[in-house]
């Protein structure tokens, strides 16, 4: 749950600028699509958020303060490929966030911190779908699996932002739609930001409380190079969509519901929330 | 139908195998017996008969100077000399690696410095090793580590760096230290790439080994084999060859076994 703060950031490399003049503000619980044409920005935007790449001028807040000029626990990230570990089993995936966190020194848990990681992490898989395939390598897994186990990896740590780069545009149609009610879901149930890159308008339209596309105002060929991408549409979604008001980030005690229309029995929804240091 | 569409059956494959080795020894046999029938007592191309007798007294009859069974001592000395050079250059490739490879800091200091050292014929140090370090086991392990170590550092670096970048970025997501990103994400990942690495180095290193036996040692398969070349004795280097190649053979097939056995991931990584 981070407020994000756009400040006339533009991105240059060398001579050639690629964007100009950002400024937006994001509000905390946001889910903003970022769509535009090919090579407008979106990916680049996305990796200053990051932490990947710095604005060649103006700078990012999060929450007031400065982004941190390297990736970091508090941004999780999905990209289109490579996401999570082909050497792990999907278990131990899910688990890494929270050994990594433990262990500083050794970056595995072992007896009772163990079990709690593991039963956290099976009740994480068990939410996105992925129950009873805890054994298995992700290549084993098909492409929508293996995003939904990004997902759960990214979400065990517990960021304040999510940034999701094209996810799913490498996935079958009903396949998309199934992980857009998971994405929905678990936007909901936890007190992310979103932000997400995508080709797919009704995607971005789909998911979104906000769409910002990215333009070149100035496309012809003499000037591409000089005149980067800027937001040329920002629209809100009509009617108003937004996450699930919480009172708190505790979680709720067994058997409450938390999202009404989708409660399902048993299901962990707040599980996640208490992993915040 | 095609050649490039024709797939050979099992058992065709098997033939297929078979057949350069079968026509190896065909040609030997027919030269061995056209040379003996001139001249019995002909050196060059023994027939099976006198090299079976060869392998018999070298290999299962004691040695009345040593004491002990030649072909063994001098497997137990070669596979000891190739078997620490190897350990030394596995690990401290592996560690090296990763750090040039992870570290773009590391890799501005060594990355150059390791591809030069890589260029420097390794037998052309051979007489400085020997004169530093004496003609002792040293020496010769030495030498297999120098002709063997930038090669792998260099290659292993670049296996690392050809790791997806989203992949350390996403343990950076996930809180990883430096450390961390090293231990868990790198390392597992660079284990089976060492193998693939290691076995591209078996054939320099058996042939470090064996020039640095022949020049100044006393026990060995290389050392035997330029023993008996004084005598002519085919007899002995024929299946001394032989017994080397099946040597390098095993611990190849064992190197893949390994491989597969313990990173069941990574033959659908590799294949991607």
């Known amino acids: 749950m981070s407020a994000i703060r756009f400040d006339d950031v533009w991105k240059e490399y060398g001579d050639h600028i690629v964007l100009e003049r950002i400024t937006m503000e994001v509000e905390p619980r946001a889910f903003i699509a970022l769509v535009g044409p090919s090579g407008c920005g979106k990916t680049t935007l996305l990796r200053m958020l990051l932490g990947e790449e710095q604005p060649s001028r103006g700078q990012i807040l999060v929450d007031g303060k400065p982004l941190p000029a390297e990736p970091d626990a508090d941004r999780g990230v999905v990209f289109q490929r490579y996401s999570v570990f082909p050497h792990l089993t999907v278990l131990q995936n899910v688990m890494l966030g929270r050994e990594l966190r433990d262990a500083k020194f050794t970056a595995r848990l072992f007896g009772a911190a163990r079990r709690a990681a593991m039963d956290d992490a099976m009740k994480l898989l068990a939410e996105v779908g992925l129950a009873g395939q805890e054994s298995k390598y992700p290549s084993a897994l098909s492409g929508g699996m293996q995003q939904r186990l990004a997902l759960a990896q990214a979400i065990m740590r517990g960021p304040k932002i999510l940034l999701l780069d094209e996810p799913f545009g490498a996935l079958d149609p009903g396949i998309r739609a199934d992980i857009h009610v998971l994405m929905k879901r678990l936007w909901n149930e936890t007190h992310l930001t979103v932000v997400m890159v995508t080709h797919d308008l009704s995607e971005a339209f789909g998911l979104a409380t906000r769409v910002i596309a990215l333009e070149r105002s100035r496309n012809r060929p003499e000037e591409r190079e000089r005149y980067g991408a800027t937001v040329s549409r920002d629209l809100e979604i009509f009617p108003r969509r937004s996450a699930e008001l919480r009172s708190s980030v505790q979680p709720a005690p067994a058997g409450t519901t938390r999202s009404g229309k989708e409660h399902q029995p048993g299901r962990p929804g707040a599980l996640v929330l208490k992993e915040q240091p | ?272």
């Open chain 2, 1 to 272: 139908m095609r050649l490039v569409n024709i797939r050979p059956g099992r058992q065709t494959r098997f033939y297929l195998l078979a057949l350069p080795f079968l026509l190896v020894a065909i040609a030997y046999f027919a030269g061995s017996s056209a040379r003996l029938t001139q001249n019995p007592n002909d050196k060059l191309l023994p027939a099976l008969p006198s090299m079976v007798q060869a392998v018999k007294q070298m290999a299962f009859e004691v040695d009345p100077r040593t004491g002990g069974y030649l072909m063994l001592s001098d497997t137990v000395a070669s596979l000891g000399r190739l078997g620490s050079a190897l350990a030394i250059s596995t690990v401290a490739a592996l560690v090296l690696g990763i750090v040039i490879g992870l570290l773009p800091g590391a890799n501005a200091l060594l990355g150059p410095f390791v591809s030069v050292t890589s260029m420097v014929p390794p037998l052309a140090l051979l007489p400085i090793l020997f004169i530093v370090m004496g003609l002792g086991e040293n020496s010769k392990i030495a030498l297999i580590v120098i002709g063997t170590l930038p090669c792998m550092i260099r290659d292993l670096a670049m296996k690392v760096q050809e790791l997806p970048r989203e992949q350390i970025v996403k343990a950076q997501t996930l809180g990883a230290s430096t450390w961390q990103i090293a231990l868990r994400v790198a390392m597992p990942q660079t284990l089976p790439r060492l193998i693939d690495v290691l076995r591209l180095q078996l054939g320099p290193a058996w042939l470090f080994l064996i020039a640095a036996e022949a020049i100044a040692s006393d026990s060995g398969l290389g050392y035997r084999i330029f023993l008996v070349r004084r005598y002519l004795a085919m007899d002995v280097i024929i299946p001394y060859v032989a017994w080397i190649t099946l040597l390098a053979f095993l611990i190849d097939v064992g190197l893949r076994v390994l491989q597969r056995k313990a990173f069941p991931w990574f033959a659908s990584v590799r294949a991607e």
